[in-house]
């Protein structure tokens, strides 16, 4: 029920589409009947609860975040985006290129350079959230798939082929409340 996406212009990373704020128009897809989507570490065992229940676990906060975080991308909304990341947040794009940012304006300047090229019209990713779970108390990793399966149109006429990435999100609570630590993208055959 999840989605995420993010891609990478020529140097630029750009995060798209999760869900749109009208369910009537929403283009993600279910997180699908996985097992292992949600899964809680039992902090008195070291191991894969039983009794811990995953609504009672850092998953459900951290779910909610990358919801929140998907609907802002799809919105190409760069102040909200950088709002649900931690001040010092680190992206490696689909290319290997790390991005820190130093302060919250860098994030929102960050999102502004890749959504100016986008036509917004015309930007639909589908997001799934494959696997999500709680490796601390305070930490969360999420992997998202996020598929173009009509593409990119860009301003100007260019236009991205149809792609999918899958996105390693990092999730941590800090005194503020859960952010957005850290976000890997990955490219990979369209699924």
Not at 141 to 156: F, P, R, T
Request: glycine share 6%.
């Amino acid at each position: 029920m999840n989605k995420l996406f993010l891609c990478t212009l020529p140097s630029i990373l750009l995060f798209t589409y999760f869900g749109y704020s009208d369910w009537s128009k929403r283009t993600s897809r279910p997180s699908g009947s996985n097992g292992y989507a949600e899964r809680s570490l039992d902090w008195q065992t070291d191991g894969l609860s039983t009794t811990n229940p995953v609504s009672k676990s850092p998953v459900r906060p951290a779910r909610e975040l990358i919801e929140r975080w998907c609907t802002a991308y799809g919105d190409l909304n760069e102040k909200e985006l950088a709002a649900l990341e931690s001040p010092d947040v680190e992206i490696v794009d689909r290319f290997g290129d790390l991005h820190v940012a130093k302060q919250q304006t860098d994030e929102e300047r960050f999102w502004a350079e890749g959504f100016e090229m986008i036509r917004r019209e015309d930007f639909h990713p589908v997001w799934a959230i494959e696997e999500i779970r709680s490796t601390r108390p305070d930490v969360v990793i999420v992997h998202a798939d996020i598929s173009y399966s009509g593409g990119i149109s860009l301003k100007g006429g260019d236009y991205i082929p149809a792609f999918s990435e899958i996105h390693t999100f990092i999730v941590s609570r800090d005194k503020a409340g859960w952010r957005i630590a850290g976000h890997d993208i990955t490219k990979r055959a369209l699924q």
